[in-house]
C-alpha cells in the first residue's frame, strides 16, 4: 500500500510541474536550434555530439516556417529555398507545431521550452532536444556574424 501510495504521489508531483506554454513564450523559437539527442518511445537515446545542419525557425502571429541550414566555417549559413510551413496551435494545456509541405502534414507537441532549450514530441513518441545555437566563425577575423 506504502508503495502504491509513493507511485501516486510521484506521479502527481510529475504532472504538476510540467511546464505550461504561454503564447508569449513562442518567440523563444524563433533562431536557430541543433538537435542535442533524441529519446525514443522505449526510453533508449541517440546524442547529437556534432551536426552538419541546424533548424532555423521564423514564427509570427503563430505562423511561419522552418528550415534545414548548414553552418560555415566563416559564420555564414548555406541555405536552400525548401522550407515546412508550420502553425502553432494551442489545445487545452498542450502546445502543438504543425508543418505543412505539399507532400506531408503532420505535428508535435513542445513539452519544453526555454531561451535555451526546446524539447518537442511527435506522433511517434520521439522526444527531439534542441538547443539554441548561433552562428560560428571559427577563421578568428573578429567580426560578428548575424
Not at 16 to 36: L, M, V
Not at 104 to 121: G, Q, Y
Request: aromatic share 14%; hydrophobic share 40%.
Amino acid at each position: 500500500m506504502k508503495t502504491s501510495f509513493k507511485i501516486l504521489f510521484i506521479s502527481l508531483l510529475f504532472v504538476a510541474c510540467k511546464q505550461k506554454i504561454e503564447p508569449a513564450d513562442i518567440a523563444k523559437i524563433n533562431g536557430y536550434w541543433e538537435i542535442e539527442k533524441v529519446v525514443f518511445d522505449k526510453g533508449d537515446d541517440k546524442d547529437y555530439s556534432m551536426n552538419e545542419t541546424y533548424d532555423y525557425f521564423e514564427i509570427k502571429n503563430n505562423k511561419g516556417f522552418r528550415k534545414k541550414v548548414m553552418p560555415q566555417l566563416d559564420g555564414t549559413f548555406l541555405v536552400n529555398d525548401t522550407q515546412e510551413a508550420l502553425a502553432v496551435r494551442f489545445v487545452d494545456d498542450k502546445v502543438f507545431l504543425d508543418y505543412k509541405t505539399p507532400f506531408m502534414k503532420w505535428s508535435e507537441e513542445i513539452i519544453a521550452l526555454t531561451d535555451a532549450e526546446l524539447v518537442v514530441v511527435n506522433a511517434d513518441k520521439k522526444e527531439y532536444h534542441y538547443k539554441k545555437t548561433e552562428a560560428i566563425n571559427l577563421l578568428g577575423d573578429g567580426e560578428k556574424n548575424k
